[in-house]
């Protein structure tokens, strides 16, 4: 029997796979343990539609980084710190406070966890900082760091 998997089970397959089970198997466990339904026109259509729809999302949200992307790429983002003598800041300069900065400054909504600083900054000066917007999607943001 031809049966459609509703959730990923170990050493039979993975989640919206088709595959061929043995009848006593399908009816007796997969079917009414709920973890597959029965590969029928109906359901292969169904899933076929999820897909689609799946990659549709998929292609806008990389779509949407790549614009985002190109947005950045013109950035100069001046942060003002509080700083000491010889240059150094008080603290330093995480990602949190340019995701906070971007959103203030350009209206550009990034989440903090994409941002990439690899040592927090505790210098003035001027860096790259790479942000992870999509699989494959990097961006390069232009970041000063200016004195108050």
């Given at each position: 029997?031809?049966?459609?998997?509703?959730?990923?089970?170990?050493?039979?397959?993975?989640?919206?796979?088709?595959?061929?089970?043995?009848?006593?198997?399908?009816?007796?466990?997969?079917?009414?343990?709920?973890?597959?339904?029965?590969?029928?026109a109906e359901n292969?259509?169904?899933?076929?539609?999820?897909?689609?729809?799946?990659?549709?999302?998929?292609?806008?949200?990389?779509?949407?980084?790549?614009?985002?992307?190109?947005?950045?790429?013109?950035?100069?983002?001046?942060?003002?710190?509080?700083?000491?003598?010889?240059?150094?800041?008080?603290?330093?300069?995480?990602?949190?406070?340019?995701?906070?900065?971007?959103?203030?400054?350009?209206?550009?909504?990034?989440?903090?966890?994409?941002?990439?600083?690899?040592?927090?900054?505790?210098?003035?000066?001027?860096?790259?900082v790479n942000i992870?917007?999509?699989?494959?999607?990097?961006?390069?943001?232009?970041?000063?760091v200016i004195s108050?």
């Amino acid at each position: 029997m031809k049966v459609i998997l509703l959730e990923n089970i170990k050493g039979v397959g993975k989640k919206d796979d088709i595959l061929q089970a043995s009848d006593g198997y399908a009816r007796n466990y997969l079917l009414p343990k709920k973890l597959a339904v029965e590969a029928n026109a109906e359901n292969i259509s169904k899933l076929n539609n999820k897909k689609d729809a799946n990659a549709y999302k998929k292609d806008v949200e990389k779509q949407e980084a790549m614009d985002t992307a190109q947005r950045l790429k013109g950035i100069l983002l001046k942060i003002k710190v509080k700083a000491g003598e010889n240059g150094k800041i008080f603290g330093g300069v995480t990602s949190k406070e340019i995701a906070e900065n971007l959103k203030e400054q350009y209206k550009i909504e990034i989440d903090k966890k994409k941002i990439e600083v690899k040592d927090q900054i505790k210098t003035l000066g001027s860096f790259n900082v790479n942000i992870k917007l999509y699989e494959g999607v990097i961006a390069t943001l232009k970041l000063q760091v200016i004195s108050e």
